[in-house]
């Protein structure tokens, strides 16, 4: 990459994304290590499934930060991917915390409205893979 390129990565995305990635290993270790004790099995794997996916997620920021430095890609397709998987990350994995730490019940129906933000996240970065410009036919 050039210099111009690596200018061009979204840092705020790229930053983003290590924070969430650094909060799920946290939330992970906390929940095997401190939480062990004092949460029923069913709560446990309701922190591991929500820490699962927020790194996924996590990890999908950066790599949507790093493909911005490509001028080929839609900026706002991409764009539309990270605000839905931080919205996924909130409130999939969100809910799913609070819901293993509290036992509110409803709380789960949110759950849900994550996972699509998820699969919408995933739709727009497969619409920014799609809207792509050929490098080789630019002017």
Known sequence: MSTLQISRINRRLVIAGACFAMLAVMAGAFAAHGLKPV????SLGL?????????????????????????????RWL??????????????????????????KWLGAITPIGGVAFIMGWCALIVAALKSSD????N
């Open 39 to 42: 949460l029923n099995a069913y």
């Open 47 to 75: 922190i591991e499934t929500a820490a699962r996916y927020q790194m996924y997620h996590a990890i999908a920021l950066v790599v949507v930060g790093v493909i911005s430095a490509i001028p080929q890609f839609s900026p």
């Open 79 to 104: 764009m539309l991917a990270a605000v839905a998987f931080i919205l996924g990350i909130v409130l999939f994995s969100g809910s799913l915390y609070i819901l293993a730490l509290s036992g509110i």
């Open 135 to 138: 490098p080789s036919t630019a």
